[in-house]
C-alpha cells in the first residue's frame, strides 16, 4: 500500500502501475470535501517519492466517480472573506496541480457521474476513458458559481473556446458519446475494461506511441489563438450567453470573462485568475440563495426518503376523471412505471385523456427521448375504463374531477366503496379543504389530498395535503407514489388553498389592487418579469383560466376573509363576467395567437383597456420599486403565516413549496429567504409603509417580534 486514508487509497496493480481509488468512508457517494482534498495532496506526495512507478490509473469504488464538492461546505466557505476564498481555491488547486505535474502518465477511468470538482479532477489528469453510461461536466453555474479546481483553465485548452463556454456557461451534464466527439475524454469502453483501458493507455506513452507530456503541456499553456480570434470567441459567447442567461444570473458571464482574461496565461497565473473570479460569485447573494436551494431540496429529499420506509406499495394506481389533468396524472404515473387505471363517465372524456397522454409521448419520440416500442409500452401501462370493475386491485386512487365539493364529495364516496379496505384515496384539489372532502367517507385515515400543478408532466411540485384523521400511512404512501412519479412532494396541513395557492392569492390581490389604483397591468407584468418571475401576474392569470382563479379566489376569501375578501370589483372579476377566460379560449388580460410551433402568443389587446376603465381609478404611473413592494409583502405575509400556522413544517418547505409550485424567482431563494435577505426589520418597516392598504401588508405580532430581537428565518 502506498497511501491509505478515509477517502482515497494508492496501491500498485500491475508492472509499476499505481491506482488511486476513491472511496469515502461512511458515504454512499464520493465528494471533494476538506478531508478528500487534504488525503489527495497526502497522495499526491506518496507517488510522487515512489521511484519505480511507471503510471497511474484514477478509479472510484462508487457506482459514481465523484459527484462533486461537498456542497453543504459552501455556507461556512462562502461566508468568510474575498481574500480567504481566493487562498482556499488556491490551495486546493496545489493537489490538482501536484497530480497534474506527477512524473509519469495518468488516467482517469471515469464509471460513473462526475461532475464539478469530480470532473476537475479528471481533467487534471493526462488522459481520461469513460463508461458508456457515466455522465461529467461542470454544472458550478447552477449554485450562481463556476469551477475553482482549475475547469475553467484546463477545459478552455483541452476542448477550444467555443465548447467549454457550451459545457461551463451551459452547466450541461453531458453523456459519454458527447465528451468523446468534443475531446473531453479519450475513449469510450464498458465500465468492466475500464481499468485495462487506462493501463493500455499508460503502456503506449511508456512505448513512446503516446506523447503524454505534449498533451499536459497542451492544458498547461495559453489558449491556442490570435489576439482577433480570441476576441471573436469571446465578445460572441458573452453576448449570447448573457441574452440567455439574463442579468439575474451573472455566474455564465462572468465564466467567460475569466476565461478570457486568462485565454493567454499559462497554467498558474491562469488558476489565480480563475480563483479571483470564483471568489467574487461566491460572495454574490445569488450564489448564497441558489446554494441554500440546493441545500433545502436536499432536506426535502431527506424527509421524502424517511416517508418511503412507511409507505405501502403502489403497484397498481387510478386516476378519476381523464381530463387534461387526469390525462397528465396517468401519463407520469405509466412513463415512470407504475401501472394506472383512468376512469371517467364517458368515451369523450377517455379520449382526451389518452390523446393527453400520446400528445405528450409522440413528443419524447420527436425529441428522440424514446423510440415508438417504448412509447407503445407507455401507453399500454394505461387502462381506460368506464366502470369501477378494475379497481379491487388498486393501490392508491387520485380523484381529479371538476373543483366543486358537491362533485368530488360523490365520486370519493363511490370510489371507497369499490376499492380495497386499505387502498389510499387522495384528492388532486387546488383549494378544497381535506376535512371538508372527509366527511362522508367510512375510512377518512386512508385519505389526503395529492395536489398536482398544471402541467402535470412539467411541474416537479405535489403538495400532500394531511387531515385531522389521515394516518401517517396514508401519507407516506402518497409521498412514495410522488417519488416514484418523479415529482417533489411537499407535506402540508389543511386549509384553504394549502401552501402554494393560499400564498399565491394575496400576490393575485396585490395586483388586483394596483390595476384598481390606476397601474397599468403591462407594466406590472414587465416589472415583475425583470424582478424573476417566469411571467407576470396578468399574465399568469391568463395561463391559470381566470374561471379557476375566481373560483379559487372565492374559495380564499371565504377561508380568510379578513384579508381576502376584497371590497371592490377588480379587473379579474371584469374579465370573467366578459367570458375572458385566458389562454383556453384565447382572450384575457391579453388576446392569445399560435405562433409558428402550434402554441399560444399573447398579444395587446386595447378592448382590455376599454373592459376595466369602470373598476380602474384614473391612469397612475407608479415606480418599479413602489409595484414590487405591493406585489411582494402580501405574498411575503402569507408564507410567514403559513409557518406560523403550522401549515408547513419549516422555513424551507416553505420556499421550495413556491420555488417549484409557481416559479418564485430561485435566485432570490424564496419568500422567507427574501424577508432574510432584506432584513426583518426592513421588511416590516416596508410592509408598515403600505399600511393603509388593509390587513394584506399588516406583519404578524411573531413577525415583528423576531424584527426587533433580529432573528431570521435561515440560520
Not at 387510478?318 to 363517465?345: E, H, N, R, Y
Not at 396541513?493 to 384598481?516: H, I, Q, S, T
Request: with cysteine; aromatic share 8%; glycine share 8%.
Amino acid at each position: 500500500m502506498i497511501y491509505e486514508g478515509k477517502a482515497i487509497t494508492v496501491k500498485e496493480i500491475e508492472g509499476g502501475i499505481a491506482q488511486l481509488n476513491f472511496d469515502l468512508q461512511g458515504e454512499s457517494v464520493n465528494k471533494f470535501n476538506r478531508l478528500t482534498i487534504e488525503e489527495l495532496g497526502a497522495a499526491a506526495e506518496a507517488l510522487k517519492s515512489q521511484k519505480n512507478l511507471k503510471g497511474l490509473v484514477v478509479t472510484s469504488s462508487k457506482d459514481s466517480f465523484i459527484v462533486g464538492a461537498d456542497i453543504t461546505e459552501f455556507t461556512e466557505l462562502f461566508a468568510g472573506s474575498e481574500e480567504a476564498l481566493v487562498a482556499n481555491s488556491m490551495k486546493a488547486n496545489e493537489v490538482f496541480n501536484a497530480i497534474e505535474d506527477l512524473p509519469f502518465p495518468t488516467v482517469t477511468a471515469i464509471n460513473g457521474i462526475a461532475l464539478g470538482g469530480g470532473f476537475e479532477m479528471c481533467l487534471s489528469t493526462d488522459y481520461r476513458v469513460m463508461a458508456p453510461k457515466a455522465k461529467v461536466g461542470l454544472p458550478e453555474v447552477k449554485l450562481g458559481i463556476f469551477p475553482g479546481f482549475g475547469g475553467t483553465v484546463r477545459l478552455s485548452r483541452l476542448v477550444g473556446v467555443d465548447n467549454a463556454v457550451e459545457w461551463i456557461a451551459g452547466g450541461t451534464e453531458n453523456r459519454a458519446d458527447a465528451a468523446l466527439k468534443m475531446g473531453a475524454v479519450d475513449a469510450v469502453v464498458e465500465a468492466d475494461k475500464l481499468v485495462d483501458a487506462a493501463v493500455a493507455i499508460i503502456n503506449q506513452c511508456n512505448e513512446g506511441k503516446l506523447d503524454n507530456l505534449a498533451r499536459r503541456e497542451e492544458k498547461k499553456g495559453k489558449i491556442k489563438l490570435n489576439a482577433m480570434e480570441s476576441m471573436m470567441a469571446f465578445e460572441i459567447s458573452k453576448a449570447f450567453v448573457a441574452g440567455k442567461a439574463g442579468k439575474n444570473y451573472p455566474a455564465p458571464v462572468e465564466a467567460i470573462k475569466t476565461m478570457q482574461k486568462h485565454a493567454g496565461m499559462t497554467r498558474d497565473k491562469a488558476i489565480e485568475v480563475e480563483a479571483k473570479g470564483f471568489a467574487k460569485m461566491a460572495k454574490t447573494n445569488v450564489a448564497a440563495c441558489l446554494v441554500g436551494l440546493f441545500l433545502n431540496d436536499q432536506a426535502l429529499k431527506k424527509k421524502a426518503s424517511a416517508w418511503e420506509k412507511e409507505a405501502s406499495d403502489v403497484n397498481l394506481a387510478a386516476v378519476l376523471g381523464a381530463g387534461i389533468m387526469g390525462g397528465g396524472v396517468a401519463f407520469q404515473s405509466a412513463l415512470k412505471g407504475t401501472p394506472i387505471v383512468m376512469k371517467d363517465i364517458n368515451q369523450d372524456g377517455i379520449k382526451l385523456g389518452l390523446s393527453e397522454a400520446k400528445k405528450l409521448l409522440s413528443k419524447r419520440v420527436a425529441k428522440g427521448k424514446m423510440d415508438a416500442g417504448q412509447m407503445g409500452d407507455v401507453l399500454n401501462n394505461i387502462t381506460p375504463t368506464l366502470n369501477y370493475g378494475d379497481f379491487k386491485n388498486v393501490d392508491l386512487v387520485v380523484e381529479a374531477v371538476v373543483e366543486n365539493p358537491k362533485v368530488k364529495d360523490a365520486v370519493l364516496r363511490e370510489t371507497e366503496d369499490a376499492v380495497r379496505e386499505d387502498a389510499i384515496l387522495t384528492s388532486n384539489t387546488s383549494t378544497i379543504s381535506i376535512n371538508l372532502l372527509a366527511k362522508n367517507l367510512k375510512r377518512p385515515e386512508n385519505f389526503c389530498g395529492m395536489h398536482f400543478f398544471n402541467p402535470v408532466h412539467m411541474m416537479p411540485l405535489v403538495e400532500v395535503i394531511r387531515g385531522e384523521k389521515t394516518s401517517d400511512r396514508a401519507i407516506a404512501t402518497t409521498v412514495a407514489y410522488a417519488k416514484a412519479m418523479g415529482k417533489t412532494p411537499i407535506v402540508v396541513n389543511d386549509c384553504p388553498g394549502f401552501l402554494v395557492n393560499r400564498v399565491l392569492f394575496p400576490y393575485f390581490g396585490g395586483f388586483a389592487a394596483l390595476v384598481r389604483d390606476g397601474a397599468d397591468f403591462q407594466k406590472i407584468d414587465k416589472v415583475m418579469e425583470r424582478f424573476g418571475w417566469p411571467m407576470g401576474p396578468a399574465y399568469l392569470l391568463d395561463v391559470v383560466g381566470m374561471d379557476t382563479a375566481k373560483h379559487a379566489n372565492e374559495v380564499m376569501a371565504d377561508g380568510f376573509p379578513d384579508r381576502m375578501k376584497a371590497d371592490f370589483k377588480s379587473a379579474i372579476d371584469v374579465m370573467f363576467e366578459n367570458n375572458r377566460y385566458g389562454q383556453k379560449n384565447d382572450k384575457g388580460f391579453y388576446k392569445y395567437e399560435e405562433d409558428k410551433k402550434g402554441k399560444p402568443k399573447k398579444v395587446v389587446d386595447e378592448e382590455t383597456y376599454k373592459l376595466i376603465e369602470p373598476v380602474v381609478n384614473g391612469s397612475k404611473d407608479f415606480d418599479e420599486e413602489d409595484i414590487i413592494a405591493r406585489m411582494m409583502i402580501p405574498l411575503c405575509l402569507e408564507t410567514v403565516r403559513c409557518l406560523e400556522d403550522n401549515i408547513v413544517e419549516d422555513p424551507a418547505d416553505a420556499d421550495m413549496g413556491l420555488i417549484y409550485g409557481i416559479g418564485f424567482p430561485p435566485f432570490r431563494g424564496g419568500a422567507l429567504r427574501y424577508i432574510d435577505d432584506m432584513g426583518v426589520d426592513k421588511f416590516v418597516e416596508l410592509a408598515d409603509k403600505y399600511a393603509d392598504l388593509g390587513p394584506l401588508y399588516a406583519p404578524t405580532e411573531k413577525l415583528r417580534e423576531m424584527a426587533k430581537t433580529g432573528k431570521k428565518f435561515f440560520g
